[in-house]
């Protein structure tokens, strides 16, 4: 393309010199009208008219040629003085005429030159501009392409999904737009729904009478700038009443005033029908669930009565008529704990509550409930000695531990161990156990029962608690015994926490509010006369905490005691075996390295058999019972105020008084 148009223009500029003939041809004519002796200046001017012609149709160079021709003429007719005196003028006015040939033919070429330029210019950009033009309407040709495809898509997937669409403008309350889908979801045309919309007024003829407000106040709420989601009941014309959900948002101006509001609706009564349908279906089983179960027990215990009762109407033997009535009271008793069962899981029981001493009814519970697991169960007690008391219904709380203890026992058919522990706690507010659980700050006890069965998975956690749910055999449990363990403790006013791994075991902790401690007893604690601590009681405290280890540290000297510190069990470890002579251990129980807090203690208690320990534990989790925690060692929940470390390090030391 550059060659063709190099070779263009070297041809338009051997056809530009073409235009100099005019002036030789005009020159000949002059030199002819002179031989023959017409002297007349017109020809003269007819020269300077064909180098004008030159210079302004062929350009510079031709121009200037043709210039050059007519100036040579004008020498000649000088030189050889021909023609009148004025025709060639003295050699001045030759020289400026010869000047003037030139100078316009130039002029006018230079002209034409730049002229062609500008012309050969604009075409360039003019081409440029009609290819940019071109592909610009191609590229916007392929963008109408891929919107109009997409927007076919976009109408497919909102028919589909069955979305609809509206705007109002909020000035006129006119609808500015209803897609057909919108309007099928009310069961009216686009125009109906406009004509029925229309006007500053409000108009809700299409919505539910008991939804109506509820929609003004959604409106009300956009118009003040806000989003919203509204889902009502609209009434078709047939009277078929349907459900439907809207996305609005408000629109606004340049001022940041609400003009109009838009918005988006979809059919939710399939929906709506199908999660009727499941709730209806759920609330049928759970009936039956609940109707078979005490049907069941009922049965059975009225079989018993029934029984026992016609057997004794047939007997003559007193003893036979007092086991029959004893066995018929009995049964009359399951009726009463199992109605109370049901009661406690609706937390409507008529508890009567008592003050007792969790450990206490643990050691008499277990008296007769070791006779109902099997041998191949261990069973580990860690009871905190000086337990808080609490207040509750006594029966229920053997229930409860009973009920527990035997899905421990379910959960391990090929044997296992079984740990109880009891711990005193205080939960604060920042505490939180559990989204369901609804207990305050203060003063607990943590009863916590954990076995190495088989554990609980993950789908079956929120099942647990739902009233005869159960995955043993028919006639081997009734499914209400964790419902009415978990009705009991929460209207007791506590809370209950389950954690489980499959393969591993299963943890239940129950906290109990403690009750307030007794005048008498405070009494003749301050009455007592405490065991001041000497400096010659060695403590080994372990911590791996600085800050906390600081406050530790300084708490205990200043109570007169000699302190040595640990970062770590290993360190411990290494300090006590050195040749030194410790009284008591402070340790936490988590910590970096091998040695956490409980192996820390069975370490060291092969070197000293008689060490108590003294436990500090972060977090709830940690307060488990462990394989190297005696009944004996104290464990405290972090944060633990001064009093309650020095009183708890008093108690491990054997103390004869608390220290306060």
């Known amino acids: 393309m550059a060659e063709l148009r190099l070779v263009t223009q070297k041809l338009r500029s051997v056809m530009d010199l073409a235009w100099v003939l005019p002036t030789i041809i005009s020159i000949i004519i002059v030199e002819t009208t002179l031989l023959l002796g017409i002297a007349l200046p017109v020809p003269f001017f007819i020269i300077i008219i064909c180098v004008v012609i030159a210079g302004s149709i062929g350009g510079r160079r031709a121009g200037f040629i043709a210039g050059i021709f007519a100036s040579l003429y004008l020498f000649r007719a000088y030189s050889f003085e021909f023609g009148p005196a004025t025709l060639s003028g003295g050699l001045p006015q030759t020289i400026a005429g010869a000047a003037f040939f030139i100078l316009i033919g130039t002029l006018l070429g230079r002209l034409r030159d730049q002229l062609n330029a500008n012309i050969i210019s604009l075409r360039d950009v003019e081409q440029r501009l009609r290819a940019s033009l071109r592909e610009e309407t191609a590229e916007k040709d392929a963008q109408a392409d891929k919107v109009a495809e997409s927007e076919t898509r976009l109408n497919a997937a909102i028919r589909i999904a069955g979305i609809g669409y509206f705007s109002f403008d909020i000035g006129s309350g006119e609808c500015t737009f209803c897609s057909e889908q919108h309007a099928a979801h009310l069961g009216l045309t686009p125009d109906e729904f406009c004509a029925g919309t229309a006007g500053p007024e409000i108009q809700l003829f299409y919505i539910h009478a008991d939804d109506r407000d509820k929609v003004l106040d959604a409106l009300a709420r956009i118009y003040a700038g806000e989003n919203q989601t509204i889902e009502y009941r609209t009434v078709h014309p047939n009277g078929e009443v349907r459900y439907i959900r809207e996305f609005e948002e408000p629109v606004f101006d340049e001022y940041g005033k609400v003009v109009a509001n838009v918005g988006t609706s979809i059919d939710m009564t399939e929906l709506r029908q199908a999660e009727a349908g499941a709730r209806q279906s759920q609330r049928i089983e759970a009936i039956g669930t609940l109707t078979g179960g005490v049907a069941h027990d009922f049965n059975n215990i009225l079989a018993i009565i029934l029984g026992n009762l016609e057997l004794s109407q047939e007997t003559d033997s007193p003893e036979d008529m007092r086991d029959l009535i004893q066995t018929s009271i009995k049964a009359t008793k399951r009726g009463a704990d199992l109605t109370k069962s049901l009661l406690s899981f609706a937390r409507r029981a008529q508890l009567k509550p008592a003050r007792l001493n969790l450990n206490q009814t643990i ?32 029966t229920s709380t053997e229930n409860a531990l009973i009920n527990i203890l035997l899905n421990a026992r379910d959960a391990m058919p090929n044997g296992g161990k079984l740990t109880i522990e009891t711990v005193n706690m205080w939960i604060g507010d920042d505490f939180v156990y559990g989204r369901d659980d609804d207990i305050g700050p203060g003063r607990y006890v943590m009863l916590a029962i954990s076995d190495t069965g088989h554990g609980i998975s993950l789908d079956k956690f929120e099942k647990i608690f739902e009233p005869f749910y159960t995955e043993k055999p028919v006639g081997q449990g009734s499914g209400l015994g964790l419902s009415m363990v978990h009705g009991f403790i929460k209207q007791s ?149 001064r009093h309650e470390l020095l009183r708890a390090v008093s108690k491990a030391l054997k103390s004869v008084d608390e220290y306060d």
């Open 363 to 394: 050691q008499s519970t277990m008296t007769w409930a070791t006779r109902v697991l099997p041998a191949t169960i261990d069973i580990e007690n860690a009871l905190m000695e000086d337990l808080w008391d609490v207040e509750l219904d006594a």
């Open 493 to 641: 006013g506590g809370a209950i926490r389950i954690y489980s791994e499959v393969g591993v075991g299963t943890k239940f902790k129950l906290f109990f509010k403690a009750t307030a401690q007794s005048s008498v007893k405070s009494s003749a604690r301050a009455r007592a006369k405490p065991v001041l601590p000497s400096k010659q009681t060695e403590i080994l405290v372990v911590e791996d905490q600085g800050e906390v280890m600081r406050v530790l540290d300084r708490i205990l000297e200043d109570a007169g005691y000699s302190v040595t510190t640990a970062s770590s069990g290993d360190e411990a470890l290494k300090i006590f075996e050195k040749p030194n002579r410790f009284d008591l251990v402070l340790a936490d129980i988590v910590m970096p390295g091998k040695l956490q807090g409980p192996a820390l203690a069975k370490a060291i208690r092969l070197i000293d058999p008689d060490i108590p320990f003294v436990f500090l534990s972060g977090y709830a989790a940690d307060a488990g019972a462990h394989d190297s925690v005696r009944p004996s060692d104290i464990r405290l929940m972090k944060p633990v105020s």
